[in-house]
């Protein structure tokens, strides 16, 4: 069975453009889950989408956004770049209910530069 | 979710049992514990988890203590490749949504 597979797996952009990052779940998940990695940081939630629906939100301003389509594939979208933006961006999916729903299974990540 | 202390690092001989401890006082009784790892530029990878009773599958064992404050990963014969951040985290699965809060983890440095 395929891994969780993010696109692209680089990206250099500049100060106040846009992006956005894609991400296929393993067949049969339909829980899809962002998060930021930073040296400074660590590991922190951006959103979770179940079934098309944002069911959980983490600490980040408005202009992180995502996205889920009705084949479970999720979109994340970071409007107006800003230096600190630059993270490796992972994509997690799993089951989404019961015990299983915690156990994620991440892809490569998408490591975004900010110029 | 009940916050879990680890050691920031560890050092294991290759071929040797790893054991990472793991502390998680404030856990409540519908909470589980899971371990994650992530070897250095990739995506996290879930290892294994447990409610009370001790777990075992092909990648480690988890052993949990009676009172449940606390728990310890083991991988039995450590190799160059387990040498990565293994985080512990305690997380409700009765919840309404999956979000895993990592802390800063355990780096396990596996030496020839």
């Known amino acids: 069975k395929a891994g969780v597979t993010q696109t692209p797996r680089y990206l250099i952009k500049t100060r106040g453009q846009q992006v956005t990052l894609s991400c296929s779940p393993i067949s049969g998940h339909r829980s899809v889950s962002w998060y930021q990695q930073t040296p400074g940081q660590g590991l922190q939630f951006l959103f979770e989408?179940?079934?098309?629906?944002?069911?959980n939100k983490g600490n980040f301003p408005g202009r992180f956004s995502g996205r889920q389509f009705s084949n479970s594939r999720s979109e994340m979208n970071v409007s107006t770049l800003e230096l600190g933006d630059s993270a490796l961006y992972l994509c997690a999916s799993s089951l989404g209910t019961g015990v299983a729903k915690n156990i994620q299974y991440f892809g490569a990540g998408t490591r975004l530069s900010v110029l | 979710d009940a916050k879990t202390t680890q050691p920031p690092s560890m050092d294991c001989a290759e071929g040797r049992a790893a054991n990472l401890p793991c502390n998680h006082s404030t856990i409540s009784g519908n909470e589980y514990v899971y371990w994650y790892r992530q070897i250095h530029s990739q995506g996290p990878q879930y290892i294994i988890h447990?409610?009370?009773n001790n777990e075992t599958n092909e990648m480690a064992s988890l052993i949990i203590t009676e009172d449940r404050k606390s728990s310890t990963l083991i991988l039995p014969h450590a190799t160059l490749r387990d040498t990565a951040v293994y985080y512990c985290?305690?997380?409700?699965?009765?919840?309404?949504?999956?979000?895993?809060?990592f802390g800063k983890g355990t780096m396990l440095l596996v030496s020839p």
């Open positions: 989408y179940f079934s098309e629906t944002q069911r």
């Open positions: 447990g409610l009370k």
């Open positions: 985290i305690v997380r409700v699965a009765a919840s309404g949504y999956s979000t895993l809060t």
